[in-house]
């Protein structure tokens, strides 16, 4: 029976909250495909949790449920690990929206194993080359800077940099929720997986960083909606800083800059380095032919747009 609903994900992780912004959190990495799938479980408002070493999928779902119940994390554990016949070789760890955290370490996990309870997060780790990953992870997300992406990255990079799981690295991935229980469950700030790749927590930073832009951006866009132009032209241009290989932001910042603003020479000047190195000018010229056909911009703003990009 257990084989349905175990999988072996020997590996490193941690679960943590924001405390300035009750952001909830999981990342991890291990040497096996998609841990993406089976390690994070996350509710907004509500917690966090991690089940891996011979993972127990059953307690992602039962874990939330209890969170949801009010049960606080350390007797989440207990109930969870009450519950398997198979829990000397679990790893689970749960933070709440309180950020109250607790970890279990089932004593048959392969060795390296172990976790660690700090405030507001947990780190655990098993068949880790050596028993110091799980101090180095501690040691890194205390002291990192940055949003919890970042602070979180840097946890699974420093288990790396103590070598990390025994056999290598092969998948990883980053789930960030709001703290906001409003929120609905499939509502996720950050979900980012590296499912197989010769350097996946280099991949995944890069794809923390594009969903970083991608997020400052949309900030940008609600404060345009509240009629904060000053403050939403500042942060899009953050955005591309951040990302400027992504062609997307500086095209759609142009259409509202040109459609909302009114600023058509505006629009064409963020649109211009996309139309510097893209090949592909002519179907960027015709797509916002298409926006205006469907009104999702004003009438005559296409030309005007075109013109002055020099087409």
Not at 5 to 32: C, K, M, N, W
Not at 88 to 104: E, P, S
Not at 239 to 259: K, S, Y
Request: hydrophobic share 45%.
């Amino acid at each position: 029976m257990e084989q349905h609903f175990s999988r072996e994900f020997s590996t490193y992780s941690i679960v943590a909250r924001d405390p300035h912004t009750g952001e909830l959190g999981v990342a991890v990495q291990t040497h096996q495909m998609c841990v993406g799938s089976v390690v994070p479980w996350l509710r907004p408002g509500l917690g966090a949790l991690a089940t891996q070493a011979s993972a127990n999928i059953r307690f992602g779902p039962l874990g939330l449920a209890l969170l949801e119940e009010g049960v606080e994390p350390e007797r989440v554990i207990a109930a969870l690990v009450a519950s398997d016949a198979g829990a000397a070789r679990r790893q689970v760890a749960v933070v709440d929206a309180q950020g109250r955290a607790a970890a279990w370490t089932g004593e048959k996990c392969i060795a390296e194993a172990s976790h660690y309870v700090g405030e507001g997060y947990s780190v655990q780790a098993n068949m880790m080359t050596r028993p110091t990953v799980v101090p180095a992870m501690a040691e890194a997300y205390e002291h990192a800077s940055g949003d919890l992406a970042a602070r979180m990255l840097a946890a699974l990079q420093a288990a790396q940099a103590e070598d990390g799981d025994i056999r290598g690295m092969q998948s990883a991935a980053l789930k960030i929720v709001s703290g906001d229980r409003s929120k609905p469950a499939w509502d996720a700030i950050y979900d980012l997986r590296v499912d197989e790749h010769e350097s996946p927590l280099d991949e995944l930073a890069r794809l923390v960083r594009l969903r970083r832009a991608a997020v400052i951006d949309e900030r940008g866009y609600d404060l345009l909606n509240e009629g904060n132009s000053t403050e939403a032209l500042a942060l899009w241009q953050q955005a591309r800083a951040i990302a400027p290989e992504m062609e997307e932001l500086p095209f759609w910042q142009a259409m509202n800059v040109a459609d909302e603003l009114s600023d058509v020479e505006q629009a064409v000047a963020l649109l211009r380095p996309v139309f510097e190195r893209d090949p592909r000018r002519a179907e960027w010229v015709d797509l916002i032919r298409r926006l205006e056909a469907c009104e999702m911009i004003g009438a005559g703003l296409a030309d005007r747009i075109i013109a002055g990009l020099g087409w």
